[in-house]
């Protein structure tokens, strides 16, 4: 087998090459239209967007900063300019049930005009009831029903009292009432006069009172019936003249809204509930009887002049203008930064009066949906979720399509206080999600209607393929943030960096990032850094400097975790050699900073069963994947060397001094090299670190995080003093992944580094023993003096041990 040979420095970084780019800065670029890699995503918005049925909203999907709002609002905003506004919608009183308020929808415009139409005819019906009922002709007529009342009661008192003079008798008005005394001369007879008289003059007298207070008490009863008729004669009275008025000022809006069915109707119930209602459009003086005040008495009313002295009564009449679209241009386009239930649906708000809390149809608060309904509303769905009971609120309505107002009480029926119920307002709008992932898949998984409400799925792409045309496009993308950011110019250089950049972004040097808001904010920092040193235009030493400056605030740990090996605390070695010991490389991901660390993974072996005793797995301090890689190497040992006889070792594998638990596989080929050098009893230089997970048949497989992992092995290295025998043992499919930081490509151009690619285990074992790993021969054997030999005599021995321990025949 040849030897692997370590990668050359141009391997190692793929730069910014683009001869067809003949420009000096981002000013001679033009500006790009559409982001780029996103055509899956747009035709899927084009589509959502253009098509007009149920159920085909939109779910924005992809990472974060890949541009998915910003596209997602300009395909809107462009289909929005071309429908018409739309509707405006009220809430009226419903006078005949006060707890339902009813919709209104008017066209455009309309809304706010009718409000204003409203609070004028309020206030002309203030002043003109007041002055008809205190005109001259309506108070003539009103004394004379009152005349013809005082008469009547005097006609019946007179005929009494003439009825008792005749009698002997006269009616006197006392404090206790009206009563009967005897007279005489035209004098009341006083009590001793009276019992002077005769005994049967008094008995006379007597019975003749007892006879008149009859006719008394009948006549007194007929008044509360005078009264009554009294009442409906004023009322009668009251009616004939405010109908008119109320008919004048009402006329000219029912003749204005001609073409408003709804409005007509709700013109002629308030010219009802006008009639019934009068007293409040007037002010009660003081001192005014009850009977006046409750406007069936006589009284000269008073106007209230003013909004501000307007009775709080009159607030019936009076419109909620939920929508007004009367400035719209085209259909609404909505981003609400707060998707709460109530934010959503709208609410019915409460005020307080005489210390408690009352509410009417004026107190009902639109929604988001309402000022959305008729075009198009963007919410984060990660936002949405959190919210309680917004999730459902939305479904609700984009199911039924209508809009209801209600309290979370009252959607979870938890609450049975009387409350407003508003009608329902038909729902047309166009909901766009914007959320990653795995917050679709989850929803598509675990909520049956997600699938029925969300049909467009506009799926964005974190990356696109690196090419020159791809490049090109990219320095475009820059100008165009540059331009919108009103940033300095980038040169070509500066351009070519943050190009760099973007491979490293996503660890891929053929491929870029599209996550458009990393890039802007490389951009701005680099903007800053280069108004710092006094530049004009930036330039790639800019752009390196606000990388660095980037990685300077966020590698405090990194620092940390370094200076611990570095002082022998944790125990990592970059030198010399040992058996069954061997450097692994992890990633660590704290917020948006990742940087690698190399850990000491041992292996020891011994008679027993066939047994790989994973440490971390038996303190429950591995994740699923690394316990997988672990068991792939008993299936890998076992396949290689161990088919004519059992396996008859047991090992332990563990992750030294780890105590924060380990997940993945990318330290199973690592581990594979540990447990093969304990078995050989061969030792590994400490010089090299690996990464790369293994599958059965020995192959090395990629894995994440490379360049990471390289450079945090190459920062311990360097810091210890590099030797020229350092490196990593990286698989060869994560070549194409590299994309090192400057300092490393120098290393390895300088011989004092290197980075190995394997693509098999016995590749990997010959670069850290520095022994041939041998290859079967027709027989099965390995040659004398390979790792495999020594392997494979060291397991048979084990399985005649083994034999021998358990009673079994020597062969």
């Avoid at 683009?18 to 500006?31: G, H, M, Q, S, Y």
């Avoid at 919709?103 to 309309?110: D, F, H």
């Avoid at 769905?381 to 107002?405: D, S, T, Y």
Wanted: glycine share 8%; aromatic share 6%; hydrophobic share 40%.
């Amino acid at each position: 087998m040849s030897p692997v040979k370590p990668l050359s420095p141009d391997q190692l970084y793929t730069p910014f090459v683009l001869d067809e780019a003949d420009f000096t800065t981002t000013d001679e670029l033009t500006e790009l239209a559409d982001p780029i890699g996103q055509e899956r995503a747009i035709e899927a918005l084009q589509f959502g967007v253009g098509i007009d049925r149920h159920g085909y909203n939109i779910f924005a999907l992809g990472p974060a900063g890949a541009g998915k709002y910003t596209l997602a609002r300009r395909y809107v905003e462009q289909r929005a300019a071309t429908q018409p506004p739309p509707s405006d919608w009220c809430y009226i009183n419903n006078f005949e049930q006060p707890y339902k308020p009813l919709a209104l929808q008017l066209p455009p415009g309309m809304g706010k005009t009718l409000h204003a139409d409203m609070e004028h005819l309020i206030d002309e019906l203030q002043t003109g009831l007041s002055a008809a009922l205190e005109s001259d002709e309506y108070q003539t007529r009103l004394q004379v029903l009152e005349s013809e009342f005082r008469e009547r009661q005097q006609t019946s008192l007179q005929a009494l009292q003439d009825n008792a003079q005749e009698r002997g008798l006269t009616l006197l008005r006392t404090p206790a009432g009206l009563v009967f005394a005897p007279f005489k001369d035209g004098n009341v007879l006083s009590p001793e006069d009276f019992q002077k008289l005769p005994e049967e003059e008094r008995k006379h007298l007597e019975a003749e009172v007892e006879d008149l207070q009859k006719s008394l008490q009948s006549a007194l009863q007929q008044a509360p019936r005078w009264e009554r008729e009294l009442r409906v004669k004023v009322r009668e009275l009251r009616r004939e003249v405010t109908d008119f008025v109320i008919n004048d000022v009402t006329n000219d809006l029912l003749a204005k809204y001609t073409e408003q069915p709804a409005v007509i109707k709700y013109l002629q119930a308030v010219r009802a509930d006008v009639s019934g209602h009068l007293q409040d459009f007037l002010k009660t003086p003081e001192g005014a009887s009850e009977t006046e005040a409750e406007g069936e008495a006589p009284s000269a009313p008073s106007a209230i002049n003013g909004n501000s002295q307007r009775n709080p009564a009159l607030r019936r009449y009076q419109v909620n203008v939920l929508v007004d679209c009367s400035d719209a241009q085209g259909a609404p386009v909505l981003y609400e930064i707060n998707p709460s239930y109530l934010n959503l649906v709208g609410r019915v708000e409460q005020m307080a009066q005489m210390g408690a809390l009352v509410t009417d149809f004026t107190l009902i608060k639109p929604g988001v949906l309402h000022r959305a309904n008729g075009g198009y509303l963007l919410l984060d769905a990660r936002k949405l979720l959190m919210q309680p009971n917004a999730w459902e609120g939305l479904k609700r309505a984009l199911e039924f399509g209508e809009i209801r107002i209600e309290s979370p009480l009252q959607m979870m029926s938890l609450t049975s206080t009387v409350s407003l119920e508003p009608e329902p307002i038909p729902l047309d709008v166009k909901v766009i999600l914007l959320g990653d992932r795995m917050l679709y898949y989850m929803l598509a998984q675990a909520d049956p209607d997600f699938d029925e409400l969300f049909k467009v799925a506009a799926d964005f792409s974190e990356v696109i393929t690196r090419d020159p045309e791809s490049q090109l496009q990219y320095a475009r993308l820059i100008a165009t943030i540059v331009q919108s950011q009103k940033l300095r110019p980038f040169d070509k250089s500066a351009v070519g960096r943050v190009i760099e950049q973007s491979a490293r972004m996503v660890g891929d040097s053929e491929k870029l990032s599209t996550r458009v808001q990393m890039i802007v904010d490389l951009l701005e920092e680099t903007d800053h850094w280069a108004a710092e040193a006094g530049a004009q235009v930036a330039t790639a030493a800019h752009v390196q400097k606000a990388i660095d400056a980037k990685i300077r605030r966020s590698d405090r740990a990194r620092e940390m975790m370094q200076e611990q090996v570095l002082r022998q605390t944790i125990l990592v070695d970059t030198e010399g050699e040992r058996v069954g010991q061997i450097n692994g490389l992890a990633v660590l991901q704290l917020g948006n900073f990742a940087f690698g660390r190399a850990s000491r993974i041992t292996a020891t072996v011994r008679l027993g069963k066939g047994d790989v005793i994973d440490i971390e797995r038996e303190v429950a301090m591995s994740g699923p994947s690394h316990s997988k890689g672990v068991l792939i190497l008993s299936s890998y040992l076992g396949a290689r060397y161990a088919q004519k006889h059992p396996l008859s070792l047991s090992a332990s594998l563990v992750f030294e001094q780890s105590y924060g638990g380990v997940d993945g596989d990318s330290a199973s080929s690592t581990e594979l090299y540990a447990l093969l050098s304990a078995i050989a009893d061969v030792p590994i230089k400490q010089s090299l670190a690996v990464t790369g997970s293994v599958n059965q048949h020995g192959e090395v497989q990629a894995i994440g995080g490379v360049n990471e992992k390289i450079e945090g092995f190459f920062d311990l290295c360097n810091a210890r003093g590099l030797t020229g025998g350092q490196g990593v043992l990286i698989p060869a499919s994560n070549v194409k992944h590299l994309m090192l930081r400057q300092d490393v490509v120098e290393a390895v151009a300088a011989d004092q580094f290197h980075i190995y690619p394997i693509e098999t285990i016995d590749q990997g074992i010959e670069v850290l023993t520095g022994i041939e790993a041998g290859k079967a021969n027709t027989k099965g054997q390995y040659p004398k003096g390979s790792v495999n030999r020594l392997v494979a005599d060291r397991l048979a021995e084990f399985a005649k041990l083994r034999r021998e321990f358990d009673g079994g025949s020597k062969e």
